[in-house]
């Protein structure tokens, strides 16, 4: 049965999947995402394949959610795009009923070359512009604790600001568990003029390894408390995934009390630790 998407009553979040891989993975997520209707997300977001190899499964991904009844937006990534080819999948997308992008540089997928008519994520902002007017609500990527690949804390700030001049309508962070660090990053920027809505990205903790995985791909930091804690849990899932879940509702109890615009769960394409943060918090 769809879940058609109705008017959320409460706090506003939203959820991120990635495409599945193989069959039963997409069964399992139509089942996951049902669950998380529940919370009457204001949008889905769709990531690309790993290292942007495939943007066939974000957009089956996308359509499926479209045909549930919420809201959805693919991410976009430009990095070895051509205009054309970005112009041609605006289109789709358009045609697919997409009103909410996520544009990204992305990364190279493996053994791709360096190329493309893109550099930055800012010049992929301007061009959705330019092709298309205010067709799409366009979201960026924000690091509060700095882009991994930045050469300073000041360039990153300047890229940032880079994306929301070119048109940006909101942002959303790469998961932390400091909050000084995404307060700092809003004050900075909204300094500089860039003042569209900041949402916190928030990464459920179910599993140490993944996270510390996940976290140092992605320059994410885990504070030498919560590393220490999780270690000392060793394989006792139980206590990690209990712990997590005090951890990570008190961040959301914290952003959602100082008044941030919204929160946007980092599912991995699990119901479980998100809907039970929400009822936490009540939303």
């Known amino acids: 049965m769809n879940a058609a998407k109705t008017e959320a009553t409460g706090f506003p979040v939203s959820l991120e999947f990635f495409p599945p891989k193989t069959e039963e993975g997409a069964a399992k ?5 049902q669950q998380l209707y529940a919370l009457h997300p204001e949008f889905c977001s769709v ?13 089956t991904t ?20 051509t205009r054309q080819s970005v112009r041609e999948q605006l289109a789709v997308l ?6 909410r992008l996520v544009a990204l540089r992305g990364d190279l997928p493996s053994g791709y070359g360096a190329g493309g008519e893109f550099q930055y994520a800012s010049d992929l902002v301007a061009f959705i512009r330019e092709e298309t007017g205010r067709d799409f609500h366009i979201e960026v990527a924000a690091y509060p604790e700095v882009h991994p690949q930045a050469r300073s804390p000041e360039a990153d700030l300047k890229a940032y600001v880079a994306k929301v001049r070119a048109g940006a309508d ?6 932390f568990y400091n909050s000084d660090a995404y307060f700092r990053f809003v004050e900075d920027t909204y300094k500089l003029g ?23 791909a992605c320059g994410a930091e885990i504070p030498r408390w919560i590393r220490l804690r999780l270690q000392a849990f060793g394989d006792d899932t139980a206590s990690i995934k209990a712990f997590g879940l005090d951890v990570v509702t008190d961040l959301c109890d914290q952003l959602r009390s100082a008044g941030v615009p919204a929160l946007h ?3 991995m394409n699990q119901s479980a630790a998100t809907l039970e943060i929400c009822r936490r918090l009540e939303l």
């Open 194 to 216: 860039a003042d569209i809505p900041v949402v916190p990205g928030i990464m459920p903790i179910s599993s140490s390894t993944q996270l510390m995985r996940f976290s140092d």
């Open 29 to 33: 997520l139509r089942t996951v995402r």
């Open 62 to 81: 996308v359509k499926e959610i479209l045909s549930e009844g919420v809201s959805a937006a693919s991410h976009f990534s430009c990095i070895g795009a």
């Open 94 to 99: 358009k045609g697919m009923g997409v009103r």
């Open 265 to 267: 769960f980092y599912t």
């Open 47 to 59: 990531t690309y394949g790993a290292g942007g190899s495939t943007q066939e499964g974000t957009f």
């Open 170 to 175: 909101a942002a959303i962070t790469q998961y």
